[in-house]
């Protein structure tokens, strides 16, 4: 039965076109039918110029088809690398940059000891960036995809596989302004302070210092007012100062402690007035009394003195007393 199957299939060939017959033939080594196409060449050396020649005639399609044949079929060889490398190229030509960055992973996930692990690094993180700036992932051959997800797959890719080469604290830094953009300032700021906890001697440690303060300054004008947020924004802002007094963004934390001050003061003063509404004058003078003495530069300070003059003499026992009432005679 088995000769008669393979009988048939010889039928079958030769009695096709001419392109059918060449283009499967018997390997007596693999036991089996291949398409000579789809093989790769008897070395890698072969395999890879064969690839290249397709590169250099920018047959992109054909040229990925061929250089992916390396990684599987001459999985230990150098060239497989290099092939994994021009295959990211290839993928770049065709602007399609999610399946470039792929590649890049791949190498060097695979082949971390290649020499071009750091040429792969430095595309793998401009694609990031083009991803974070706005850049869309392909969806069947279309630009269609927001590619921030992307890009924060690709910094932390980075991250992880050079800690501390020449990419390592910018992509963790490049992580805390994706995540700070997207409103996520927890993770803002776990990103920042890994710069300064794993990269110290980096020129972007104060920058990250700068935004630490920064986005727990935007986190406090999350939809309710966050003391909590605001507190820390106010000591990394101080601290920042004392820290790097030359630095061109000093002024900027001393205008942002300002205005976080005058915050904190107008959040006091309500309660005062809270009070004052209700009549409890003594807790009433107790917040206009700390608004004016901790933020005497505020103008919720001069509101609350003002205040204070005109509470002078009153106390709660006033309310609490009951009108006399004078019965004619």
């Known amino acids: 039965m088995q000769r008669v199957f393979i009988l048939l299939l010889v039928l079958c060939f030769a009695m096709g076109d001419g392109v059918s017959h060449a283009a499967w033939i018997w390997s007596p080594d693999l036991g089996k039918w291949i398409n000579p196409k789809k093989s790769a060449k008897d070395t890698p050396e072969e395999q890879y110029a064969w690839a290249l020649d397709f590169y ?57 000891y290649s020499d071009r692990i750091k040429d792969a690094m430095k595309r793998e993180f401009e694609i990031a960036d083009d991803f974070a700036s706005g850049g869309k992932v392909k969806l069947l051959g279309v630009p269609a995809l927001p590619g921030q997800q992307k890009a924060v797959e690709l910094y932390k890719h980075i991250v992880k596989n050079a800690p501390y080469g020449t990419f390592g604290d910018q992509a963790q830094f490049k992580l805390g302004e994706l995540y700070a953009s997207q409103g996520e300032y927890a993770e803002a700021q776990k990103a920042y302070q890994a710069v300064i906890d794993e990269h110290p001697g980096s020129d972007l440690v104060p920058k990250a210092r ?120």
């Open 210 to 329: 700068y935004q630490i303060a920064y986005v727990s300054m935007q986190a406090s004008k999350q939809a309710q007012y966050n003391e909590q947020y605001a507190e820390r924004a106010l000591e990394e802002f101080q601290s920042f100062k004392e820290s790097f007094p030359a630095s061109s963004q000093s002024v900027e934390a001393e205008e942002a402690i300002k205005a976080l001050r005058a915050k904190k003061a107008d959040t006091q003063l309500g309660v005062a007035e809270f009070y004052d509404r209700q009549k409890k004058w003594e807790s009433a003078k107790v917040y206009y009394q700390e608004v004016a003495s901790k933020y005497p530069e505020t103008q919720a300070a001069a509101k609350a003195n003002k205040r204070l003059d005109s509470l002078r003499g009153k106390d709660d026992s006033l309310k609490s007393k009951p009108k006399r009432r004078i019965w004619p005679f």
């Open 56 to 112: 250099n005639k920018k047959d992109w399609d054909r040229a990925i088809e061929e250089f992916q044949k390396l990684p599987e079929v001459f999985p230990n060889s150098r060239l497989s690398a290099e092939a994994m490398y021009t295959m990211g190229l290839c993928w770049e030509e065709k602007r399609d940059l999610s399946k470039a960055a792929d590649a890049y992973q791949k190498l060097v996930d695979r082949y971390p």
